[in-house]
T-cell receptor, first 115, second 111 residues
Framework: DGGITQSPKYLFRKEGQNVTLSCEQNLNHDAMYWYRQDPGQGLRLIYYSQIVNDFQKGDIAEGYSVSREKKESFPLTVTSAQKNPTAFYLC??????????????FGQGTRLTVV | AQSVTQPDIHITVSEGASLELRCNYSYGATPYLFWYVQSPGQGLQLLLKYFSGDTLVQGIKGFEAEFKRSQSSFNLRKPSVHWSDAAEYFCAVGSGNQFYFGTGTSLTVIP
């Protein structure tokens, strides 16, 4: 079955460390997104990519970096410059289904905690 | 600019009671409209969507939503809520490969 896989489900980061969150999809979608979710703040867009080797900053890109070397993969790196990284991170891919319009598909999320 | 407003941050209903979650959007053309549900610690699951045709849309788990162009609304309804419906609900507007989410409505179901 097609879908999006995020790993790991839980991740712990020490102060000053960079960590990378994985997001893989086999839906053949061009567009992929990273969101951050904090209690009471909904989904905030970090980065998105509409095509391989291209990506754009979202609303809260500072302290994060991404790459899009393959269509299937869109990893997110939380750098030491991100001062408050503890949050729930969601990856999504967006694409069309025949006759059904556009739809966003989500991974199960990664909870990052700074220790 | 596109935007989605969910005016209710938190709603509490009794099990068996009816439910309506509000969603208003701002968009220049007829958008694709979605409702997603999120259980604690999980990703978002699509409940239903509207992209054309009948303005009353049926979804999974007994939910439905009605697109009202004149009111720029896409409210989610369920005639009888179950305890398992307790979750966070997100309304979204989609256009091409761009999605815009509301801030969510947290639903508590009491016995």
């Amino acid at each position: 079955d097609g879908g999006i896989t995020q790993s790991p489900k839980y991740l712990f980061r020490k102060e000053g460390q960079n960590v990378t969150l994985s997001c893989e999809q086999n839906l053949n979608h061009d567009a992929m997104y990273w969101y951050r979710q904090d209690p009471g703040q909904g989904l905030r867009l970090i980065y998105y990519s509409q095509i391989v080797n291209d990506f754009q900053k979202g609303d809260i890109a500072e302290g994060y970096s991404v790459s899009r070397e393959k269509k299937e993969s869109f990893p997110l790196t939380v750098t030491s410059a991100q001062k408050n990284p503890t949050a729930f991170y969601l990856c999504a891919s967006i694409g069309r289904r025949q006759g059904m319009g556009t739809e966003a598909f989500f991974g199960q999320g990664t909870r990052l905690t700074v220790v | 600019a596109q935007s989605v407003t969910q005016p209710d941050i938190h709603i509490t209903v009794s099990e068996g009671a009816s439910l309506e979650l509000r969603c208003n959007y701002s968009y220049g053309a007829t958008p694709y409209l979605f409702w997603y549900v999120q259980s604690p610690g999980q990703g978002l699951q699509l409940l239903l969507k509207y992209f054309s045709g009948d303005t009353l849309v049926q979804g999974i788990k007994g939910f439905e939503a009605e697109f009202k162009r004149s009111q720029s609304s896409f409210n989610l309804r369920k005639p009888s809520v179950h305890w398992s419906d307790a979750a966070e609900y997100f309304c979204a507007v989609g256009s091409g490969n761009q999605f815009y989410f509301g801030t969510g409505t947290s639903l508590t179901v009491i016995p």
